[in-house]
């Protein structure tokens, strides 16, 4: 197998954490392994928990983990001056512009707490389709109209076709935000297709998000992204088997090294997480034994 470019996507949206270090080392074994470049994207449209010593921690982090990227920025400056996703704030606001003429965005003024009073789980329900709120009414976001949504194709890694019903945590998924700015789903798979990022590495928790973006870019009629592959890995919990969080700092990349923790320390954690027998100590074998 042969791909272009795989990713690292981290938000500053907090300091990373084993979790986050798991993922970015996954990414890097399989950059090598397929002798594909890996890219360094920042996801930043979150401006509310944008801070710059988060994008700090993510150069710092790296560093640490000697993960040396092939494209992106190296520095905080450079990021803020040349790879801020601001910068392609116009591809985004013209896919919006495409999705408005494809008739299946609807407009929403719905908050996650009324959300969440109509569904114990905070799945949305559709509540506005009905309402045909103008595009351009005022705290509203647009959502795309999944209720009619069919099964999706996608490539798991290495090279196995599959298919999914969107799940309905993801139901009628937000493309603008309320603030006007793109979502999430959005701005990835714009990002995606702007790099030509063609194998992906995420948890499995963001599997939802793998569906919503192979729907949204149906829609677009962007069948390029049909032929991305997917690398959907394993969570690492915490020692009360509770998800790890940057929220709550758990396992803190920046509080290991400064505890003084060590490279091959984190190695070490990583395979006791993940329930590996052998103990790891270096790359060559966490490469070995966490992806055979």
Request: aromatic share 10%; proline share 4%.
């Amino acid at each position: 197998m042969k791909f272009i470019r795989t990713r690292i996507a981290p938000t500053p949206s907090g300091f990373l954490h084993l979790g986050n270090a798991y993922s970015f080392l996954l990414t890097k074994i399989l950059a090598k392994r397929h002798e594909t470049k890996l890219l360094l994207r920042i996801d930043d449209l979150d401006r509310e928990r944008y801070r710059p010593e988060y994008v700090q921690d993510i150069f710092d982090t790296l560093s640490f983990l000697e993960i040396e990227v092939d494209e992106g920025p190296k520095s905080l400056e450079e990021f803020e001056q040349e790879w801020s996703q601001l910068k392609r704030l116009p591809q985004y606001e013209a896919t919006l512009k495409d999705l408005q003429e494809t008739k299946q965005v609807f407009s929403c003024t719905c908050s996650r707490s009324q959300i969440f009073q109509l569904h114990p789980n905070g799945i949305y329900l559709g509540n506005c389709i009905d309402k045909r709120f103008s595009l351009d009414k005022e705290e509203s976001a647009w959502r795309v109209n999944t209720l009619d949504a069919d099964f999706l194709d996608y490539i798991s890694y290495p090279d196995l076709r599959k298919n999914s019903l969107l799940p309905a945590k993801t139901s009628c998924y937000v493309v603008r935000k309320k603030d006007r700015l793109p979502a999430y789903h959005l701005a990835s798979l714009i990002d995606d297709l702007h790099f030509e990022v063609d194998l992906i590495v995420r948890g499995q928790d963001l599997f939802p998000s793998t569906l919503a973006q192979l729907d949204l870019a149906r829609i677009l009629g962007r069948q390029d992204f049909a032929k991305t592959t997917f690398y959907h890995h394993s969570l690492l919990k915490g020692p009360d088997q509770s998800k790890l969080s940057k929220s709550a700092g758990a396992f803190s990349i920046r509080e290991l090294r400064r505890e003084g923790k060590s490279l091959a320390d984190v190695f070490h954690l990583l395979g006791k997480s993940l329930g590996i027998k052998e103990e790891i100590h270096s790359f060559p074998e966490f490469s070995e034994l966490a992806i055979p």
